[in-house]
């Protein structure tokens, strides 16, 4: 039925691109060309591409997302890649051990290897990799934070590789595991590279995503049908920190999202995400935004007139700021700073209204090659911790507007969260004990080198 109505699939493979058909163990009837030659490809290289080419032909929406790769091409009368190479890649996964279908792994498996490859990447490339992955913890703390509910529509506004929208949806089977609801996801991401990584990554993880393919400042893709900005109940999003933008963009904005949501910044492009992100909220919608730290403190205290100091005191007294959170340093692969948190509510629970909730992470640090990172079991109950709102010493501060303006909307954590000190006190007698002991210990050192150097005068 499936060959004689392709759309009864999801994707749909032609027999030439079945993977039986691709390492030989299964016939195919090559059709001749027009000379009467058989079509059949010389190589595994012209095998690939040619299937991979087919496959988009009969699935249009994978255009520019599997068929960057020419396993053909060739420089200088040499192939870029070793056929033989590629047939020896063609039967490890042929083999019974390593086979990767749904009936041989369990359905997340694909998706964990997946990212698990990105994390490599990203660790073995640091600068451009960062531009598209945000480290795996990071990403689900957002989403514990977000705590997506089932049918919510989710949406990315610089969504790399679409690490960010996959742990909604996972976190979101997590809370409601009998749903069958899916959440709505889209994102837009600027490079062409990116672009076709979010998509593989929703298709490995088996999850419905829309990704367009744009510069979201210039030209943001999901819109209504009167032309404005599309909201949705959550947004996620890890844009590039410092990201400097002219002027004139942000005066001359079609869809005013800077003049009426707190003013137009100049410089580093920080706040005019977040004013994004507000657009991009319905009534009753939350955001989760990955910052750079000084984003929280800049132009605070100063004696000058500072944009970016302006836009944070609109969002405070507009109560939309619900809470930061400070990650520990060096966990993103461009940068060995740390980052920041910025959790944006349009609908606060009455608790929390003309609250902000500031929680220090940085003490969940764990050292690591080439990154640090925080476990997996601190990645829940940091968030229990800021759902909760309730001061913790040492890691998390509660603080009022008026407070906030007090402090000249200076909202970093640091500034608020003091670090407790971990180390066990011992008792004064004790201390005094030791000192003792030390000094009696030096005494007898000093008599000794006094004896040594008499022997030599």
């Not at 998706?111 to 660790?123: D, Q, S």
């Not at 590039?240 to 410089?267: C, E, H, K, V, Y």
């Not at 205290?301 to 500072?306: F, L, S």
């Not at 980052?339 to 209204?353: E, H, Y």
Request: hydrophobic content about 40%; proline content about 5%.
């Amino acid at each position: 039925i499936a060959e004689n109505d392709h759309d009864l699939l999801r994707f749909y493979l032609p027999p030439e691109a079945r993977w039986g058909v691709v390492n030989g163990r299964q016939t195919h009837q090559w059709p001749l060309d027009d000379r009467g030659r058989s079509t059949r490809p010389r190589d595994i290289g012209e095998h690939l591409t040619r299937a991979v080419r087919l496959v988009v032909r009969q699935n249009p929406s994978l255009s520019g997302v599997i068929d960057l790769v020419d396993f053909a091409s060739e420089r200088n009368g040499e192939r870029d890649l070793n056929p033989a190479k590629l047939s020896d890649v063609v039967e490890t996964f042929s083999d019974s051990r390593y086979r990767l279908g749904l009936a041989d792994v369990q359905p997340d498996f694909l998706g964990r290897a997946y990212e698990y490859l990105l994390r490599k990447f990203a660790e073995g490339s640091g600068q451009s990799a960062g531009e598209f992955f945000t480290p795996t913890e990071v990403g689900f703390l957002m989403a514990h934070l977000m705590r997506p509910r089932p049918g919510e529509d989710c949406h990315d506004c610089a969504c790399g590789s679409a690490g960010l929208l996959v742990k909604l949806q996972l976190v979101a089977r997590e809370l409601d595991p009998t749903s069958r609801v899916p959440l709505k996801l889209c994102g837009q991401e600027l490079q062409a590279e990116g672009y076709a990584v979010a998509h593989m990554n929703a298709i490995i993880h088996d999850m419905e995503a829309q990704i367009a393919r744009g510069d979201t400042m210039i030209n943001p893709k999901f819109k209504t049908a009167s032309g404005q900005i599309a909201t949705h109940d959550i947004v996620v999003a890890n844009p590039m920190w410092n990201q400097p933008f002219s002027p004139d963009l942000f005066a001359n904005d079609p869809f005013d999202r800077f003049r009426t949501r707190g003013g137009i910044t100049t410089g580093k492009g920080d706040w005019a995400w977040l004013q994004h992100t507000l657009a991009c909220l319905n009534e009753r919608g939350r955001a989760a935004v990955v910052l750079d730290t000084g984003a929280m403190t800049r132009g605070s205290g100063a004696r000058h007139e500072d944009r970016e100091r302006n836009i944070r005191k609109w969002f405070v007294e507009h109560d939309l700021v619900d809470g930061v959170i400070l990650l520990p340093d060096n966990l993103f692969y461009n940068t060995s700073a740390a980052g920041i948190i910025v959790v944006v509510s349009k609908r606060k629970p009455a608790a929390r209204k003309d609250k902000i909730v500031l929680l220090n992470a940085s003490r969940r640090l764990r050292k690591g090659r080439p990154k640090n990172y925080f476990p997996e079991e601190d990645i829940r109950p940091l968030a229990a911790a800021f759902a909760k709102g309730e001061p913790i010493e040492g890691e998390v501060a509660v603080i009022t507007r008026d407070q906030a303006e007090k402090a000249d909307y200076n909202l970093s954590p640091s500034r608020w969260v003091g670090q407790v000190d971990t180390v066990a006190q011992r008792p004064i007698r004790e201390i005094i004990a030791k000192m003792r002991r030390l000094d009696d210990e030096a005494r007898e050192v000093d008599a000794q080198l006094a004896k040594m150097l008499a022997k030599l005068q």
